[in-house]
Structure formats: C-alpha cells, structure tokens
C-alpha cells in the first residue's frame, strides 16, 4: 500500500509549525530542504508541500531559499489589537462551554502562578502560556484556535526582553483570577470584556520595551 502523501505533509507541516512555535526554528533562520528531509527521515515532496503550506499561513517567506518569518516591531500594536481580538472572543465563548475539569486546571494554575511561589520566570511564563491556551480551547472553535496559534508566533516573534516587577505580577494573576470567575459564573460579556483588558495591560508593558 502506498503511504497516504496528504496525510504525510500534514504531519510534516504540524511538526515544523509546533517547531517554530517553540521557537527551536527561529525568526529569520533559513529552513533548507534537504536538512529537514534527514530530520524527519522522509523524501522531498511532502516536506516541500508541507513548507508552501506553512508560507500560505505566514510562518515562512521564500527568500532565496525559506526562512521563517520575522516580525517588524513597528507591527507591535497591530500584534496585540489581533491578540485582544481573538483572546476576547474565546474567552466569551469559554464562558459558554468551559466544562468543570478545564476550570479546576486553570483554578491549579492561578495558584501556581502566584508571586509568593517560589518559581522561575521560565516556568511562570510556561504556565501562563498554558492559562491562556486552555481558555481558548475551551471555545469549542477550531478556526479562532488557529488564529490565536498565528497571534502567538508573531507575539513571541518579537523577542522582546520585558521583565515585568513583582507588582505587574501581582495585578496580571488578579486579572486572571478574575477571568476565571467570569468563566465559572458563565459571565460571558464579563469574560470577553476581562480578557480584552488583559491583553491591553501587557500591550502597555510591552510597547514601550520595544521603543528603547
């Protein structure tokens, strides 16, 4: 039986975005063929078909050759408006479809991301990543889950070295905690307003960082 090419390139695009999302590939590093052909031990075609693909969802540019695809710091507040967009209408649709076990996870988190535990930034960061991935999971929809996967390339595309003071980290963890209430009591004009101030509180840390 001969192997399903579709079924292939789909697996190949997955790895290579997840890849880039993590940030293993970086912005601006080139992605040779041949070198992903040995990486994920297969022939040409599929990883050629999986690499057009990626460049139709505006993960990697073709020049002279792919690379993936950097981000103009002067897009930083088109970035975050995309961000306050999609973030504030999973969280309304959360609030409609959240099941108990999703709000004891994020009720876990809240609790590990408070200021007085003693964890790393690195694993803080982690786990608000995961906060906020579970929430718009908990939309039940497929295409603003992709579209909040393109928002967070480009967000973390930027590189940029903020460090935020004990005190935002106190005030961004009540705005989470808020967030949760939102989605418990099935608030969803509450959730979709909370969440879009979320997103605005950090595009007010960040903007300025990249003006420096």
């Given at each position: 039986?001969?192997p399903n090419l579709n079924l292939i390139t789909g697996d190949v695009q997955a790895k290579i975005r997840s890849?880039?999302?993590?940030?293993?590939?970086?912005?601006?590093?080139?992605?040779?063929?041949?070198?992903?052909?040995?990486?994920?031990?297969?022939?040409?075609?599929?990883?050629?078909?999986?690499?057009?693909?990626?460049?139709?969802?505006?993960?990697?540019?073709?020049?002279?050759?792919?690379?993936?695809?950097?981000?103009?710091?002067?897009?930083?507040?088109?970035?975050?408006?995309?961000?306050?967009?999609?973030?504030?209408?999973?969280?309304?649709?959360?609030?409609?479809?959240?099941?108990?076990?999703?709000?004891?996870?994020?009720?876990?988190?809240?609790?590990?991301?408070?200021?007085?535990?003693?964890?790393?930034?690195?694993?803080?960061?982690?786990?608000?990543?995961?906060?906020?991935?579970?929430?718009?999971?908990?939309?039940?929809?497929?295409?603003?889950?992709?579209?909040?996967?393109?928002?967070?390339?480009?967000?973390?595309?930027?590189?940029?070295?903020?460090?935020?003071?004990?005190?935002?980290?106190?005030?961004?963890?009540?705005?989470?905690?808020?967030?949760?209430?939102?989605?418990?009591?099935?608030?969803?004009?509450?959730?979709?307003?909370?969440?879009?101030?979320?997103?605005?509180?950090?595009?007010?840390?960040?903007?300025?960082?990249?003006?420096?």
């Open positions: 039986m001969k890849m880039i999302l993590a940030s293993d590939f970086k912005p601006g590093q080139r992605l040779v063929e041949e070198e992903l052909c040995t990486m994920f031990d297969i022939g040409r075609t599929p990883v050629r078909e999986a690499l057009l693909l990626l460049q139709g969802e505006g993960l990697i540019v073709r020049r002279r050759g792919w690379e993936v695809q950097g981000v103009d710091h002067l897009q930083v507040h088109a970035i975050f408006e995309s961000r306050a967009a999609i973030e504030s209408a999973t969280a309304r649709l959360a609030a409609r479809y959240i099941n108990e076990q999703q709000l004891s996870m994020l009720e876990g988190m809240l609790e590990a991301m408070e200021p007085s535990n003693d964890i790393s930034r690195i694993e803080l960061n982690k786990i608000n990543t995961r906060f906020h991935e579970l929430i718009v999971e908990a939309s039940n929809n497929a295409i603003l889950i992709q579209f909040h996967e393109r928002t967070r390339f480009y967000y973390w595309a930027l590189r940029v070295p903020v460090l935020f003071a004990d005190t935002q980290l106190v005030s961004t963890n009540n705005e989470h905690r808020e967030l949760v209430d939102a989605l418990r009591r099935r608030e969803e004009d509450r959730a979709e307003h909370l969440a879009r101030i979320h997103v605005e509180s950090t595009m007010k840390t960040v903007e300025p960082a990249l003006q420096r």
